[in-house]
């Protein structure tokens, strides 16, 4: 998978949880891609730097911003 690819996963991730007012677990939802969790906490930390997810607890929960529903819902529209 490309960068982008997990980005995009993690914010639809996200943007699907908030809709039932849950967070996620980045941990839970990248298990099944083979990807290195290490790689996987970079581009989730690259993506709360940019303002489109946050950490809520430790052991991997996290949750959308205002910003990351925005991004999702303007890629995704039509």
Do not use: C, P, Q
Request: no cysteine; aromatic share 12%; hydrophobic share 35%.
């Amino acid at each position: 998978m490309t960068d982008n690819e997990i980005m995009a996963n993690i914010l639809e991730a996200a943007y699907k949880a908030s809709k039932e007012d849950e967070w996620f677990n980045i941990y839970e939802i990248s298990k099944d891609w083979e990807e290195e969790k290490n790689r996987v906490e970079k581009l989730a930390a690259f993506m709360t730097k940019k303002g489109l997810v946050r950490w809520v607890a430790s052991g991997g929960e996290m949750e959308i911003t205002e910003e990351g529903i925005y991004e999702y819902e303007r890629t995704h529209e039509g």
